[in-house]
């Protein structure tokens, strides 16, 4: 039976930020949301998250997960003091209480696995994740007696010139006993250079303590600083996009581009250069995204080929030529085998199989059927000062260059609507529109010039 409990009451000095440190991002996912997504992958019975410094911020910004408990240390006296809290949360609890830092995003869950079974298999009082570490700086050190027990952890801080030397550091992960672990946390003293109880401090008073080395040291990154922050981030994006090349996909050029670790994407899909991937974000086989794009939120079909444009909230089926220059925003959908050219922006519209809109055209509020043509320079007027309107267009209507369509507006099928209309009224099927004043020319007409003036 294990139960979790992640610190994430600091302030994060060291960030020099307005911001709780644990709600620093890595792509789009928080470092505290993360480290409690590999936790609730474990299944414990209870997970409880340690907030003190800016506690409404950090608790509504986990308000999507239901299985989690907040426990409030007031003021943070350290990392010991932050888990003392959970003394009366888990009064009579049985089990093991698997402790993890907030600030260490890059976790893995089987690494958590391997710590929870040396925990079980030997019976330990407490089983500490550690790793050897080619630059300790910062870290804890951790050491051991004859019988390759942990003896105790040292902060950087406290140690001599010669204990700095040890590069074994303390992941700031740990599983204890709980009934063991509850005994001694009362008993904690604050002789240290920072003047904090030390969650660290148990070790030397329980037994058996073992050590887990990570595999990978890079895995518990404690991040402190923004220089940290971006170190984590390259990492976490160099395991996202190495595990898609596994996968089929292409990248041509890994370090221009990120990708975050919530999209999905299809073999053969190509990502160029500088394209960026966020959110819930799925792109179907065969399509080519970028140079020069960012897709957010948004499911892309088979085959649609994005150019220096900026998808997001959008759905676009197979087949659809997007960019250069085009905007998608805000609950948009394309049909197949669109093009979507230069300098056009679709906001909150329905667009059918089969559509062209292929330059420098607002199109916003709208449906548009199949087969339908828009000319270049055509608006949907949807706005009149205070309330936003629709523009319904139906199947294959072909909208002249430089129209303005009007909402509340409907034009139906087959309408031609003559360049340069401005259609304020609905237009049955297969009608022309013309909606401008004709042209007026006068022969023999000519401007009378300075020269003309001065003769007469
Ligand atoms: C801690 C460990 C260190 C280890 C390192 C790994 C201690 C004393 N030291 O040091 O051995 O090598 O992590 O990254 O534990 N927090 C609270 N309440 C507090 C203080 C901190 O909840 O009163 C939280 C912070 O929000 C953070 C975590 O505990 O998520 C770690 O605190 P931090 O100050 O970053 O500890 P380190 O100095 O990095
Ligand atoms: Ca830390």
């Not at 019975?45 to 800016?54: E, K, T």
């Not at 509504?60 to 990392?79: A, H, K, M, P, R």
């Not at 050897?132 to 390759?148: A, K, T």
């Amino acid at each position: 039976m294990i139960a979790v409990a992640i610190l994430a009451a600091g302030k994060g000095t060291r960030m020099k930020s307005d911001l709780p440190k644990v709600c620093h991002t890595l792509g789009s996912v928080s470092m505290v949301e993360r480290v409690v997504q590999s936790c609730l992958a474990l299944q414990p019975v209870r997970c409880l998250v340690i907030v003190g410094y800016q506690a409404e911020y950090v608790k509504q910004s986990l308000n999507g997960f239901t299985d989690i408990e907040f426990v409030e240390q007031t003021e943070q006296l350290g990392t010991g003091h932050a888990v003392q809290q959970l003394l009366p949360y888990l009064d009579g609890f049985t089990g093991d209480l698997l402790v993890l830092n907030g600030d260490a995003p890059l976790l893995r869950i089987n690494t958590l696995k391997d710590l929870l079974v040396t925990h079980e298999t030997n019976n330990n009082a407490a089983t500490i994740l550690t790793a050897q570490m080619p630059n300790p700086f910062g870290y804890g050190r951790v050491f051991f007696n004859e019988d390759n027990l942990v003896k105790e952890i040292v902060e950087e801080r406290d140690c001599t010139p010669e204990q700095k030397e040890n590069r074994r550091i303390n992941a700031g992960i740990y599983c204890f006993n709980w009934s063991k672990l509850s005994q001694i946390l009362p008993k904690l003293q604050t002789n240290n250079d920072q003047k904090e109880y030390y969650l660290t401090d148990v070790v030397s008073h329980l037994e058996p303590v073992m050590a887990v080395d990570v595999a990978d040291y890079q895995e518990i990154l404690g991040i402190n600083d923004r220089k940290q922050l971006a170190t984590a981030y390259e990492i976490l994006q160099t395991r996202v996009k190495d595990d898609w090349m596994k996968a089929g996909v292409t990248i041509v050029d890994p370090n221009s581009i990120t990708i975050d670790d919530t999209v999905q994407l299809q073999p053969d899909v190509v990502i160029e250069p500088q394209s960026h991937l966020r959110g819930n974000t799925i792109i179907g086989a065969g399509s080519k995204i970028g140079p020069g794009s960012l897709i957010e939120n948004s499911t892309l079909g088979k085959n649609v080929r994005v150019l220096y444009s900026v998808v997001s909230d959008a759905v676009v089926k197979d087949g659809t030529q997007i960019g250069p220059y085009t905007h998608l925003r805000g609950n948009v959908e394309v049909g197949e085998s669109c093009r979507l050219g230069n300098f056009v922006e679709l906001k909150n519209a329905q667009i059918g199989n089969k559509t062209n809109i292929a330059h420098l055209s607002y199109i916003g509020d709208a449906k548009l059927g199949n087969k339908v043509n828009i000319g270049a320079g055509t608006i949907t007027a949807n706005y009149d000062g205070v309330n936003k309107h629709k523009t319904e267009i139906r199947d294959r209507t072909k909208v002249g260059s430089n129209s303005v369509l009007v909402a509340p507006v409907i034009l139906g099928e087959d309408v031609t609507v003559a360049a340069g209309s401005v259609v304020t009224e609905n237009v049955a099927d297969d009608a022309l529109v013309i909606a401008r004043s004709r042209q007026v020319v006068k022969p023999g007409w000519r401007l009378k010039s300075q020269e003309d003036k001065s003769s007469s």
